[in-house]
């Protein structure tokens, strides 16, 4: 399709704080990648990390040598999903990954209107070169440019850090098994408040699966000291960053996450039954994507370090068995659904040197 109309409503963006509505006319709009893709210089991924790998797949014979390949948000494992399906083409072009998305914002016609419904502030990122000699372009600025001037994006790190410190990976399945492991199978007569009904015992276990990928991390910074992970934070202290004026109660995780007034009133997915009551929904994404493409990831990465992750264990355990999936086998990741993940052991990566692409 060439030309068409697309429209973003952007809530409250006005000067006094009105609703403001933006209309812009893309060039050419497909779903061939041959129409696009060649001679594209910057490719951004925005979808879910479930959708990335169709599009690599699609996309891998039309890539250009020194393209930038940006995840928004990449989630975890996001380089190792683009070495593996593109080859010897990743080694040609530049990664950046994000964090998490630039806004809080939703589809209202598909194809045609997005609501957006917040920007964040800032959003910090990683970004991996070509080793080809070729000269370097400052394609942060050139990113920067196409997004305006909110968020600021920050560039540090290594590419892996971003992929420990993917927040979804940590807080969403953290948050379901808290509610649902002794769940007795009886419906709810209301769906469960989801952050703000964060237990004092679920936080701490958040906690203990954040201080475990915090030594991953360390692990690695120890044996290879010129790869930088200092982009790798305690889940609490990310929080305190991204929300910390919306946050009444700074004790402990747990309080973070039921005074954050940005989490207000946002419950656990769940399924309305015929009588109005409400049961949970383990297809949703926090399980369905945030195990698979999230904390099998940083338990592969876990175990090619060596290093024990007993709360991370606990609630893989839990999801695979409700997912009726085998990822952990006697506490490693070599149960046979480690294909379906994208830890580096789907891709062939067993190695600190695989991990990191690089000479250690």
């Known amino acids: 399709m060439e030309g068409g109309t697309f ?31 060649p001679g594209a210089h910057i490719i951004v991924f925005v979808v879910p990390s479930f959708a990335h790998e169709q599009y690599f797949e699609a996309i891998a014979p039309f890539v250009c040598p020194q393209s930038v390949i940006i995840g928004l948000p990449g989630g975890n494992g996001f380089e190792f999903q683009l070495r593996g399906i593109l080859k010897e083409k990743a080694d040609l072009c530049t990664v950046m990954v994000f964090e998490s998305l630039p806004w809080a914002c939703r589809i ?10 917040a920007t964040k502030e800032s959003l910090d990122g990683a970004l991996q070169r070509p080793n080809t000699g070729a000269i370097h372009h400052n394609h942060l600025a050139s990113f920067q440019y196409m997004l305006g001037d909110l968020p600021r994006l920050q560039i540090k790190g290594h590419l892996l850090g971003i992929t420990l410190m993917s927040p979804n990976c940590i807080v969403h399945p953290i948050i379901m098994y808290g509610e649902w492991v002794n769940w007795d199978g009886q419906p709810r007569e209301t769906a469960p408040l989801f952050y703000w009904g964060v237990t004092q015992e679920t936080g701490d276990l958040m906690s203990n699966c954040s201080q475990e990928i915090l030594a991953i991390s360390q692990k690695i910074m120890d044996l290879v000291p010129g790869v930088n992970l200092t982009n790798v934070k305690h889940i609490y202290d990310w929080f305190i960053i991204i929300y910390g004026s919306e946050i009444s109660d700074k004790t402990s995780l747990a309080t973070v996450l039921r005074t954050n007034k940005g989490y207000n009133g946002l419950t656990h997915p769940c399924v309305k039954t015929d009588d109005g009551k409400f049961l949970p929904n383990f297809k949703y994404r926090y399980m369905t994507e945030d195990i698979s493409f999230g904390l099998a990831v940083v338990k592969g990465i876990a175990d090619i370090l060596g290093v ?36 580096p052991q789907r891709y062939g990566l067993i190695t600190l040197k695989d991990i990191l692409n690089q000479e250690v």
């Open 7 to 37: 429209c973003v409503d952007i809530i409250g963006g006005g000067a006094r704080g009105e609703d403001v509505a933006i209309h812009v006319d893309p060039f050419k709009v497909s779903k061939d990648p041959k129409l696009v893709i």
């Open 108 to 117: 209202k016609e598909f194809g045609k209107v997005v609501e957006l419904l």
């Open 308 to 343: 024990d992750t007993p709360s991370i264990d606990k609630v893989l355990y839990w999801a695979q068995g409700i997912l009726n999936k085998e990822y952990v086998v006697n506490g490693r990741l070599v149960g046979n659904d480690v294909g379906e993940t994208r830890a």
